[in-house]
Structure formats: structure tokens, C-alpha cells
């Protein structure tokens, strides 16, 4: 158990839909970063989130946003949802920012859009 | 530009025999590397870390891995596999001194299966 916690495990839903993924980091951890792995990306870094601020983004969708909130946990909005949302959704977490800090994974958001 | 291959999609292996899981890099800068492991249905786990310390790393579960700067490779081995050892092995290349976290690369996997 890697000590972050990831809401809900599984979501099933329908195209155009929004849905909220949820993560706590670990006690501590100030950072907070989603991936998103599928079978023909692989995984991706969507985008990192410091004490509250945005920090950094990757291939992350104009329909997809993400917030820190002061408690440090970390929600990410999926809106006008399409198939090839459907897709894992990791959430990591490590205490600083540093690119060579030690990120610790979620189990990890099933979601299936259909 | 930074980049990570891992040379074998899948590789299978004997119980009690070696493991090897290649990976090759590209950074402009050192780099810090990683190998995660991914058991099915879960999240990464990481199972050891180089940071420009001792070229020879030891991480969890008997996995160490040798950093080869003139190669450019960061292979990870382990010298007896398990069972429990089948799951998807990512290697991961950060460009240490960039604070630009889209610097950090994960490899495309290398699936390990164990055969009894």
C-alpha cells in the first residue's frame, strides 16, 4: 500500500457525460501528479499540481482539468467525454517537486466511457 | 531531447533463472532513472531509483539495476525470478536538472511472464 487513495475504482459512463476523479496523497506529500495509461498510449503524464499551484502539464485535454485543493488532495475533471477517454487514471504523489523525487501511485480510476 | 526504449516488449523467463529487462535512454542532461513494476489491476510501484550515486543500484524484492553512462543503459536484473515477479516493468528517465516535470519519460513496458 502506497499510502495515496484514489475515488471511486471503477466508472462506468456515458459519452458526452463529466465525471470527478479523486486522489488523497500521501501524508506529507506536497505534490500531487494523473497519468493516464491506455493500451495504445501507454502512460502519460496529464499534468502536476505543487501546495495548491499547477506546476506542470502534459498531454492533457482542453476538456480535462485538474485542482489542488488546501487539504492537498487533488481532484481531475473529464468533461464532454468520448470512447477513447476510457482509460486508468493514476494518481501519484511525492513530497517535493523535483522530477527525480520518488512518486508513489494510486491502485488507480477505471474509467469506461460508453 | 530525452527519450527511454525498452528493447523487449515481453520477455519470459523460467522460475529460479535470471531476469534481464533492457532499457536504453537519451537525456541531454544526468539523469535520474527509475524502474517501476505494475502487477495487474494496480497502481506503480517503484523498485529502485538512480540519482548519480552508486552506479550499481539495489532496490525491493533481490531487483538491482547498473547504470552505464557510456552505453546509456539502465538494465534491470534480478538473479533468481519468482512467480510473483510476472507484471509489466516500466523504465522511467527524468532530466535531473530541468525543474520541468514534462521531462519525465516512461518507457513503452516490457511484460515479464514466469513460467513454473
Known amino acids: 500500500d502506497s499510502g495515496v487513495t484514489q475515488t471511486p475504482k471503477h466508472l462506468i459512463t456515458a459519452t458526452g457525460q463529466r465525471v470527478t476523479l479523486r486522489c488523497s496523497p500521501r501524508?506529507?506529500?506536497?505534490?500531487v501528479y494523473w497519468y493516464q495509461q491506455s493500451l495504445d498510449q501507454g502512460l502519460q503524464f496529464l499534468i502536476q499540481y505543487y501546495n495548491g499551484e499547477e506546476r506542470a502539464k502534459g498531454n492533457i485535454l482542453e476538456r480535462f482539468s485538474a485542482q489542488q485543493f488546501p487539504d492537498l488532495h487533488s481532484e481531475l475533471n473529464l468533461s464532454s467525454l468520448e470512447l477513447g477517454d476510457s482509460a486508468l487514471y493514476f494518481c501519484a504523489s511525492s513530497v517535493t517537486s523535483a522530477p527525480g523525487d520518488t512518486q508513489y501511485f494510486g491502485p488507480g480510476t477505471r474509467l469506461t466511457v460508453l | 531531447a530525452q527519450s527511454v526504449t525498452q528493447l523487449d516488449s515481453h520477455v519470459s523467463v523460467s522460475e529460479g533463472t535470471p531476469v534481464l529487462l533492457r532499457c536504453n535512454y537519451s537525456s541531454s542532461y544526468s539523469p535520474s532513472l527509475f524502474w517501476y513494476v505494475q502487477h495487474p489491476n494496480k497502481g506503480l510501484q517503484l523498485l529502485l531509483k538512480?540519482?548519480?550515486?552508486?552506479?550499481l543500484v539495489k532496490g525491493i524484492n533481490g531487483f538491482e539495476a547498473e547504470f552505464k553512462k557510456s552505453e546509456t543503459s539502465f538494465h534491470l536484473t534480478k538473479p533468481s525470478a519468482h512467480m510473483s515477479d510476472a507484471a509489466e516493468y516500466f523504465c522511467?528517465?527524468?532530466?535531473?536538472?530541468?525543474?520541468?516535470?514534462?521531462?519525465?519519460?516512461f518507457g513503452p513496458g516490457t511484460s515479464l511472464s514466469v513460467i513454473p
Open positions: 522511467v528517465v527524468s532530466d535531473g536538472k530541468k525543474t520541468s516535470y514534462d521531462k519525465v519519460i
Open positions: 501524508s506529507g506529500d506536497l505534490s
Open positions: 538512480y540519482t548519480s550515486a552508486a552506479t
